[in-house]
């Protein structure tokens, strides 16, 4: 019985991967057609699917901590991740977000500032 659970629990988890994938990869061609950089959610699935370190800014910054932003760009330029086996647009999308000193797009519910 437990080979059959890890079995499925396998078969989940991958998946889970390639619709990940998937996600990523229509939501990179659908920003780079349109000329504008990647939503938020698409940033943090990059950084969590290159970084093989739960410690590393890039995972904090992919588990939401937007304080790591600049700390993520430096580990994207010099460490070394898992970016051999990382399609070259993602990897170039997320430089991209990270690069960008805007807020981040997701922010959309939050009401209006007044103008005085």
Same mark, same amino acid.
């Given at each position: 019985m437990t080979t059959t659970s890890n079995h499925s629990t396998a078969d989940r988890i991958r998946a889970l991967q390639r619709h990940q994938?998937?996600?990523i990869r229509?939501?990179?061609?659908?920003?780079?057609?349109?000329g504008q950089p990647i939503d938020n959610t698409t940033a943090r699935l990059?950084? &969590? #699917?290159?970084?093989p370190d739960?410690?590393? %800014? $890039?995972?904090?910054f992919s588990?939401? *901590?937007d304080s790591t932003r600049m700390a993520a760009l430096n580990e994207l330029e010099y460490d070394d991740l898992?970016? &051999? #086996?990382?399609p070259v647009p993602w990897v170039v %999308? $997320?430089?991209e977000y990270l690069?960008? *000193?805007?807020p981040a797009p997701d922010h959309s519910n939050e009401p209006a500032e007044r103008s005085q």
């Open positions: 994938a998937q996600l229509r939501n990179v061609e659908a920003a780079a057609s349109n990059i950084a &969590a #699917r290159i970084t739960r410690n590393s %800014a $890039l995972a904090r588990a939401g *901590d898992e970016l &051999a #086996r990382s %999308a $997320l430089w690069l960008d *000193d805007s």
